[in-house]
């Protein structure tokens, strides 16, 4: 993949900047189907994910913290020089406002760490009366209704397997960095050097065995196109039958197909509705 706005929902995405490694089938089923997100996971040799401050927010809100039970709701995250900058609602009996400011790491077990340093709510600084105390974010904040999320003192710990709905990615978290206004994340051996170039903004898939639509292709050779490389690719797994439709495929002599596929976000409202998408 090179170039690539991964949607898991309308509101949810990530930057694939880059990636090289193979579609998993996963239990109780014989092949990856782009018909069903469950049915694999992206092992990942190589790759470069970025998320900007309202990706990371939308990631919080929508998912990791989306169960009744979590304590911590509507937070707001923004890049403040080398550190994150974390606006929300703690609920300790009460509703209370917080403003924390954390740094950003790898644990040895292949979690994103984000580092409280400072913590206040109702404007008091929180986090030295907790110190002084012998308290931790952890005492304060409930493991319960978490997904993919832990807390583990004052750290709060994002598993980059788990922390996103299907399909999820299998590999090993090299490096996880704040530069600009991104949150950088490596995996496996960092930026890959990708050897598949059928065009600028692109998701390449070669060998194994995939289903699609109706179809099955064996031996696979299928290159999903951005039709408008100026901006990234936008690509809506749920919906890709859909950009499909309003794209061209083009049949290659050697029985490979270059599918030029429509950004999500440019598809006419409504096009998607009555047997446009997967559902």
Request: proline share 6%; charged share 20%; hydrophobic share 40%.
């Amino acid at each position: 993949m090179a170039h690539v706005l991964f949607r898991y929902s309308p509101s949810l995405t990530v930057n694939v900047v880059a990636l090289r490694g193979a579609l998993l089938p996963t239990a109780g089923h014989d092949a990856p189907s782009f018909n069903d997100p469950a049915s694999f996971a992206v092992g990942t040799d190589a790759a470069e994910f970025q998320m900007s401050a309202a990706q990371m927010t939308a990631l919080m809100n929508t998912w990791l913290l989306r169960s009744p039970k979590a304590q911590l709701k509507d937070v707001r995250i923004a890049f403040e020089g080398d550190a994150l900058r974390i606006r929300g609602t703690m609920k300790k009996g009460l509703h209370v406002g917080f403003d924390a400011t954390a740094g950003v790491g790898v644990t040895n077990d292949n979690r994103i760490r984000i580092s409280v340093r400072e913590v206040h709510a109702a404007k008091l600084p929180v986090k030295g009366m907790m110190d002084a105390l012998g308290f931790s974010m952890e005492n304060l904040v409930s493991q319960k209704g978490l997904h993919g999320l832990s807390v583990d003192k004052d750290s709060f710990l994002i598993d980059p397997q788990t922390a996103f709905p299907p399909p999820q990615i299998r590999a090993r978290l090299s490096a996880a960095k704040i530069a600009g206004n991104s949150l950088v994340l490596l995996f496996g051996s960092g930026q890959p050097e990708l050897k598949l170039h059928p065009g600028k903004n692109y998701i390449a898939m070669r060998g194994g065995r995939i289903e699609y639509g109706r179809e099955e292709m064996f031996d696979s050779h299928l290159d999903m196109i951005d039709s408008t490389p100026a901006d990234p690719f936008d690509f809506y797994l749920d919906e890709y039958w859909c950009q499909m439709v309003k794209g061209s495929i083009k049949a290659m002599p050697d029985k490979s197909l270059r599918v030029f596929v429509t950004d999500y976000a440019k598809l006419p409202q409504g096009a998607c509705r009555h047997g446009g998408g997967t559902h």
